[in-house]
């Protein structure tokens, strides 16, 4: 390119940088870092569940040391991020502030722990493709979004900016669950398949509850922007509940009774009563033969083209 056409490019963004400062870090110093809160979540993972992620081999004997030396390193980085969000913020005495956020957090893994162990042992009583816990923690998408939803969630409680969204954006991007961190949910929590899902911030769900692909805990409305923050705005899920693949649930003051199932594509913006089944009407199929000539296209025997 021209030096003249390279110059004039650059005056142009200058100026576009003046005039729209709201989307521009001029200091960047100050800027998170995602690619090392993602790394402090697989870490958190590794301490989460000792053995199955990491790089280290460990034994009975070396677990203490191990758990020592990974707490120390997440300590230090997650220390440094939530120093670093917290400035974002305008927030005097950051980096005391930060320590004291620091270890209520990581004071928090063992109840974090103990919910996890609940949603593994759902995952496996409601799975039969499941043939181990130890396949679930290793590679279930529903798992690592619902670890990472818990761990995000406990640094919302503790009112850290920009940190949690990152985290379940960083999950999102991996197992195609969007869980807001701000969403409360119960013990025994499933999650199969997963892609697809997304649960909103002012979600609240029970225990023992079930949720299948592509299924949505939504607004029923967003026209009112930020004026609705402090808003309750999506579904409450009442303990045992199943939802199916598809459907769809919206409104702050939509309550799905307990022991309720939801079908697969159900549309739901009104509360439904405890132990009930909602279900679509079947919709009408149409089958005709093909075309002659379509027939001969598709090269089987018996070819068929329907409407659904």
Same mark, same amino acid.
């Given at each position: 390119m021209?030096p ?5 490019l650059v005056d142009?963004?200058?100026?576009s ?14 800027q998170?870092?995602?690619?090392v809160?993602?790394d402090t979540?697989?870490k958190?993972?590794?301490l989460?569940?000792p053995?199955?992620? /990491?790089?280290?081999?460990i034994? *009975?004997?070396w677990? @203490?040391y &191990?758990v #020592?030396?990974? =707490? ?9 991020q939530?120093e ?8 005097a005495?950051?980096?005391?502030r930060?320590a004291e956020?620091?270890?209520a957090?990581?004071?928090?893994l ?12 759902a995952?496996f009583?409601?799975d039969?493709?499941a043939?181990?816990?130890d396949?679930i ?6 798992i690592f979004?619902i670890t990472t939803?818990?761990?995000a ?6 009112d850290?900016p920009?940190i ?5 954006e960083h999950?999102?991007?991996i197992?195609?669950?969007d869980?807001?961190p701000?969403a ?5 929590f499933?999650?199969?398949h ?5 649960? /909103?911030?002012?979600?609240?769900i *029970?225990?023992?509850v @079930?949720i &299948?692909? #592509?299924?949505? =805990?939504g607004?029923?409305?967003t ?15 009442c303990s045992?509940v199943t939802?199916y693949?598809g ?5 702050g003051?939509?309550?799905?009774g307990e ?8 549309f ?6 405890d ?10 199929h149409q089958?005709?033969p093909?075309?002659p000539e379509k027939r001969a296209?598709?090269?089987?025997e018996g070819?068929?083209d329907w409407?659904?």
């Open positions: 021209d003249s056409h390279t110059k004039q142009m963004l200058a100026q940088y003046e005039e729209t400062t709201s989307i521009i870090k001029a200091d960047s110093k100050n998170l870092n995602r690619s809160i993602a979540v697989e958190l993972r590794a989460i569940f053995g199955y992620f /990491g790089k280290k081999k034994s *009975g004997g677990l @203490k &191990y #020592g030396a990974l =707490l120390e390193d997440i300590t230090y980085h997650l220390e440094a939530i670093l969000a917290l400035t974002h913020r305008g927030e005495l950051v980096a005391e930060a956020i620091t270890f957090f990581l004071s928090k063992p109840d974090i722990r103990a919910l996890l162990v609940t949603d593994v042992e995952t009583d409601g039969p493709a043939f181990s816990r396949e923690i290793s590679s279930y998408p529903g979004a939803y818990r761990l969630h406990e640094l919302y409680l503790l850290v920009l949690p969204r990152i985290m379940s999950s999102h991007s197992t195609g669950v869980i807001h701000g409360t949910i119960g013990k025994y499933f999650i199969d997963g892609t697809g899902i997304v649960i /909103g911030e002012t979600t609240v *029970g225990d023992y @079930k &299948y692909q #592509g299924v949505t =805990l607004a029923l409305s026209r009112g922007g930020q004026q609705l923050k402090s808003v309750k705005r999506h579904p409450t899920l045992h939802v693949s459907a769809s649930i919206f409104g003051a939509t309550v799905i022991g309720t199932v939801i079908g697969s594509s159900a739901i913006v009104k509360s439904v009563p132990q009930t089944r909602v279900s679509v009407k079947n919709v009408e089958f005709k093909a075309e296209e598709s090269h089987e070819f068929w409407v659904i």
